[in-house]
Every structure is written in structure tokens, then in C-alpha cells.
């Protein structure tokens, strides 16, 4: 399967709302999603150096790493969002599994589709998620994602 598709149905499956359907503050209201991390900080957390960020859209972000290191190919996508998508974000969705989590911003619940999970913490009016793609197991990445997302909405 083509990454960028793949990356739509992951997505889609998480509970993210598209760009065409979400319902946020004007663009101007929301921190830019590549402003809350550096290339740093997810090298120190993943183990493997970060390129640098790259945009998606006005409400995501992507660092890939290199080929070399602990996780080699790993890719950080961060997206933020109004915090008024937090209850659809986190709504049951047949398939997936919510876990809340502690210790983090207002309110924060993992999102667990397969192989794959999400964190998304809401802080303020704002929604943060961060995926890991490439990082195994399922513990390590949660973790991961944990300190990054911890990281980022510092910032916010």
C-alpha cells in the first residue's frame, strides 16, 4: 500500500478529522504545529537523528529519520486542532481502542488501531496528537509519544 494512502486510512481510522470536515478556530488562533518541536528533541527522545520538519497542510507536521539508528525510517507526525474536536476525536469507533492516560495536559487518551497508536492530549483550547509510524513495540512507541506530546504542549 502507497505510504500517503496509507497514511489517509490511519488517519481516518483514528478519529482525526479530515481538513474538509474539522471544525476549528481560524488557522491564525492555532500555534504552527512545526514551531512545537525541533528535530532535537525527537532525536533525543527516539534514538535516531530527525531531519528537519516538514508541513502538513497549516494543522501538521512530519520529521522523518534517517536511515540510521535505533529506529531507522521512523517518522513523528504532530497535528493540532481546535480543542472542540476532542469528543469526536475520542468517541467510540468500532475497531479501535481508546485508553486514557494520566499525568498530561487537560485531558489525554491513546488511540490504538493495530499495530499503531496515537496520543492525543488536549491543553487549553487546543488539540495535540502525535503518531509514530516505524516504532515497535506498541509500549515503546506509547511511551515515545508520551514525552513528545509533553514537549510540545509546553509550548502551547
Request: positive net charge; contains cysteine; charged residues 15%.
Amino acid at each position: 500500500m502507497h505510504f500517503t494512502h496509507l497514511l489517509v486510512v490511519i488517519t481516518s481510522t483514528l478519529g482525526v478529522l479530515s481538513p474538509g470536515t474539522r471544525h476549528t478556530a481560524p488557522a491564525n488562533a492555532l500555534p504552527n504545529p512545526c514551531g512545537l518541536l525541533t528535530s532535537a528533541q525527537i532525536s533525543s527522545v527516539v534514538g535516531s537523528t530527525f531531519g528537519a520538519s516538514q508541513a502538513i497542510s497549516t494543522t501538521g507536521c512530519q520529521w522523518a529519520a534517517s536511515k540510521q539508528g535505533d529506529t531507522p525510517g521512523a517518522i513523528v507526525t504532530l497535528v493540532v486542532q481546535d480543542a472542540k474536536v476532542w469528543d469526536r476525536a475520542t468517541a467510540p469507533l468500532a475497531g479501535v481502542t481508546r485508553v486514557p492516560e494520566s499525568g498530561i495536559g487537560d485531558a489525554a487518551m491513546y488511540t490504538i488501531a493495530g499495530p499503531l497508536a496515537s496520543l492525543g492530549v488536549r491543553k487549553g483550547a487546543v488539540t495535540v496528537i502525535i503518531r509514530m509510524y516505524g516504532v515497535h513495540p506498541l509500549d515503546k512507541a506509547k511511551a515515545m509519544e508520551k514525552a513528545l506530546a509533553a514537549d510540545a504542549i509546553a509550548k502551547l
